[in-house]
């Protein structure tokens, strides 16, 4: 006997039709809406996608990216390191910001900032 076919799912992972039946399945506080193949998707309402989006940090992490370039800050976002202490844990830097201060070729001097949260 072969296993049930999953139902498919669009990229959030949102469930887009019932598998038994075949019917829509409704979700409280999410729109749904028929792509070109007459399937059902699941749309979040944007006020949900902006929760979403603060909830993750993502959009602070974008704020200060934009505010170390308008300094001049070359910027990375997402930079991920080995621990020093215990090379089998993974870290992450959210955003790090290089930026030349001074330089002076003849005195072999150079001047830099480097930031990082």
């Known amino acids: ?4 076919v999953p139902p ?3 990229p959030a992972g949102v469930l887009l039709e ?9 979700h409280e506080g999410i729109r749904q809406s028929r792509p070109y ?16 989006l603060r909830g993750a940090g993502w959009l ?4 200060t990216a934009d505010a170390l370039s308008d300094h001049e800050f070359v910027t990375k976002l997402g930079f991920a390191y080995r621990e020093p202490q215990d090379p ?9 910001g290089f930026k030349q201060v001074y330089r002076n ?3 072999r001097i150079e001047v830099t ?3 990082w949260s």
Not at 18 to 26: F, M, R
Not at 88 to 96: C, Y
């Open 88 to 96: 089998d844990i993974s870290r992450e830097l959210d955003v790090s």
């Open 18 to 26: 019932e598998p038994a039946t075949q019917t829509p399945v409704a």
């Open 60 to 63: 602070l992490e974008q704020s």
């Open 113 to 115: 900032a480097r930031v």
């Open 105 to 107: 070729e003849d005195l």
């Open 8 to 10: 498919p799912r669009c």
């Open 37 to 52: 193949d007459g399937r059902v998707v699941d749309v979040p309402e944007p006020q949900q996608i902006m929760d979403a």
């Open 1 to 4: 006997m072969q296993s049930p």
